[in-house]
T-cell receptor, first 114, second 111 residues
């Protein structure tokens, strides 16, 4: 597609529920990143994929968070047993050559855990 | 943890004035990037400056990088109301591994 697409744009879930957030990167972009942004703060790194494999998952806060990218394009961020502290905007970005041109971000998914 | 720190945290200027914001970081970098964010959603890439570059221009934007001081500045000249947004610096330590963002500067341009 023309840009990075994230769905849903908003998600409200109850504490303890499981959620999946989807990211559809720009076609051909091998690098894909997930970030989380709390109100009034800068984005915080969660995980980075190069192709199908997670090259760096050091930002995942705990084992309730997991992400996959099985075919090297679409990625899904999965959060189990959601907590109120998980409420944030989850941003996805992709890049072809990030060291040269930077990243293209999606509009994000605003997750609210009630 | 956030590597970059932007200064000031907030900036209010009149249309037509210049806006300058600064970013400091802690570790060595491969490149530094600036992004704009409207309404707390998607970020838009503005400019990337490599560690061996000192200055870069893009339209009304001018970015400088001083690796000896581990700092960068973003200048927006002749600001417009549409420049109202949050601006973030982000450092890349290893050319595409991941970005580490600062807390951002919120810029308000009054018409």
């Amino acid at each position: 597609g023309a840009g990075v697409s994230q769905t849903p744009s908003n998600k409200v879930t109850e504490k303890g529920k499981y959620v999946e957030l989807r990211c559809d990167p720009i076609s051909g972009h091998t690098a894909l990143y997930w970030y989380r942004q709390s109100l009034g703060q800068g984005p915080e790194f969660l995980i980075y994929f190069q192709g199908t494999g997670a090259a760096d998952d050091s930002g995942l806060p705990n084992d309730r968070f997991f992400a996959v990218r099985p075919e090297g394009s679409v990625s899904t961020l999965k959060i189990q047993r959601t907590e109120r502290g998980d409420s944030a905007v989850y941003l996805c970005a992709s890049s072809l050559t990030p060291g040269d041109y930077g990243y293209t971000f999606g509009s994000g998914t605003r997750l609210t855990v009630v | 943890s956030q590597q970059g720190e932007e200064d000031p945290q907030a900036l209010s200027i009149q249309e037509g004035e210049n806006a300058t914001m600064n970013c400091s970081y802690k570790t060595s970098i491969n490149n530094l990037q600036w992004y704009r964010q409207n309404s707390g959603r998607g970020l838009v890439h503005l400019i990337l400056i490599r560690s061996n570059e000192r200055e870069k221009h893009s339209g009304r934007l001018r970015v400088t990088l001083d690796t000896s001081k581990k700092s960068s500045s973003l200048l927006i000249t002749a600001s417009r109301a549409a420049d109202t947004a949050s601006y973030f610096c982000a450092t890349d330590r290893a050319a595409g591994n991941k970005l580490t963002f600062g807390g951002g500067t919120r810029v308000l341009v009054k018409p």
